[in-house]
């Protein structure tokens, strides 16, 4: 009963239309992006101001400050939106006694998350959550996972008029009722459509400009999807558009645990062959588990950057990596929370906490022998087995 309920829940949020789609700035905004209109603008530079979407990162993190200074320079290109980008920063007082905010609006640097990279002189930081989001109809959410529950709660009843969003964040919450993903949770709580975008992006190889790519993930409109690709990208990142949500933002979600299998491997010592082994079966785990949970995800999603792509660049440098061959290497003595203090000032791991509630996922379902990867993760991390549990199980069809 319990189990039927849960699955009505997941396929009912799978299937539940998305808030209706925004009415008049955002047909116009389609409009507006036509290559011909846009063209048309180019060419007299002009553009009524109602018309011009106004963008608002929410989230200043060290991806969040990457993505503010991609659509920063965008903004400042594309006729059909406003030259400004709203940030919003969780305000800290830095060790010198100043705050984050005033020295981002000062220097146009995220000193603490993004050091020696200027985020263009048209991000504004705003250290008030609704005011950085009162006047925007384009919300690009990017905290650690962890604190988007808070968040929504504090924006619920604050978002009116047209306005569409895109998560960047990878990460889950668990419900009574089981797994929301963080796309869902903004759109209900907002009610507001919601695309993702993930991809292979280590944010500080993107803050340089090195070519990466990514992965929209969208449920209805193609059109919006499209407005986002064109806010996000660059010759350095190029954006492709899927319509799959659910798998783009599981995707983004599930390789963080596999990084964190990849980092035991690495602390270990235990070799390539062993990595690209843990690799492949936790890429397996993803799609096994995001079938399960979505029947709706296709396959050709894990061949996208959102995919294959992302394991392979997180289990090679990602911070979760990181931080989980630090632990092994301590034996499983030292725990997470201090090695993430410790190895990361500030930026959050998100791998540890996707492995546990994977895990309740799992347990709930009565799946934990269907992933023991998922599973082997999440008990390395309790102390409950020792990192050199990663390779000690019987792989189980899923
Ligand atoms: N960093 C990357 O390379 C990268 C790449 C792709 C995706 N992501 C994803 O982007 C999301 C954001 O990560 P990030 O790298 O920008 O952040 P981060 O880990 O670098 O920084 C942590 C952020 O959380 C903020 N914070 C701390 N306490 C808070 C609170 N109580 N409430 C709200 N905010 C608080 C901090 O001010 C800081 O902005 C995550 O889901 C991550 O998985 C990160």
Not at 3 to 12: E, G, H, V
Not at 38 to 60: A, I, M, W, Y
Not at 285 to 292: I, N, T
Request: glycine share 8%; proline share 4%.
């Amino acid at each position: 009963m319990r189990l039927r309920s849960f699955f009505f829940s997941i396929f009912s949020l799978s299937r539940s239309p998305s808030p209706s789609l925004p009415s008049s700035r955002f047909s116009s905004l389609s409009a507006a992006m036509s290559p011909a209109l846009e063209k048309s603008r180019q060419g007299n530079g002009e553009c009524n101001d109602d018309l011009k979407s106004k963008v608002t990162v929410v989230g200043s993190g060290n991806w969040g400050s990457v993505a503010a200074k991609l659509i920063a320079s965008n903004a400042l290109k594309l006729p059909s939106f406003h030259d400004e980008v709203r940030m919003w920063v969780f305000e800290e007082v830095l060790p010198n006694g100043e705050k984050l905010t005033d020295i981002i609006n000062k220097t146009n640097e995220n000193v603490k998350y993004l050091p020696g990279i200027k985020l263009g002189r048209n991000v504004v930081a705003d250290p008030d959550l609704e005011n950085a989001v009162k006047e925007a109809n384009m919300l690009v959410f990017v905290t650690p996972h962890q604190f988007m529950d808070g968040i929504c709660k504090r924006l619920d009843g604050k978002i009116t008029g047209d306005v569409e969003a895109i998560s960047l964040v990878k990460g889950m919450e668990v419900k009574k009722e089981g797994p929301c993903m963080i796309s869902s949770l903004i759109s209900k709580q907002l009610g507001i459509n919601c695309c993702v975008l993930m991809g292979a992006n280590i944010a500080n190889e993107i803050a340089v400009e090195k070519f990466s790519e990514a992965t929209v993930g969208y449920r209805e409109s193609r059109e919006i999807a499209d407005t986002w690709v064109q806010l996000f990208s660059t010759p350095y990142f190029m954006v492709t558009p899927v319509h799959d949500v659910e798998g783009v933002e599981l995707c983004g979600t599930l390789k963080n645990v596999v990084a964190i299998a990849a980092g035991f491997v690495d602390g270990l010592e235990m070799g390539n062959n062993t990595k690209a082994a843990i690799m492949r079966i936790g890429l397996r785990e993803m799609k096994a588990l995001s079938k399960l949970l979505f029947p709706s995800v296709k396959d050709s999603t894990f061949f996208e950057s959102c995919g294959v792509a992302d394991v392979i660049t997180t289990c090679l440098g990602g911070r979760n990596r990181r931080v989980a061959e630090a632990y092994a290497k301590s034996g499983g003595k030292r725990s997470f929370d201090e090695l993430e203090a410790e190895m990361l000032q500030g930026q959050k791991l998100q791998g540890v906490s996707t492995a546990r509630e994977v895990y309740e996922v799992l347990n709930h379902c009565g799946w934990v022998e269907m992933f023991p990867l998922f599973s082997t993760v999440h008990q390395i991390c309790t102390g409950r087995l020792q990192p050199e549990a990663i390779v000690q199980y019987r792989e189980h069809k899923a």
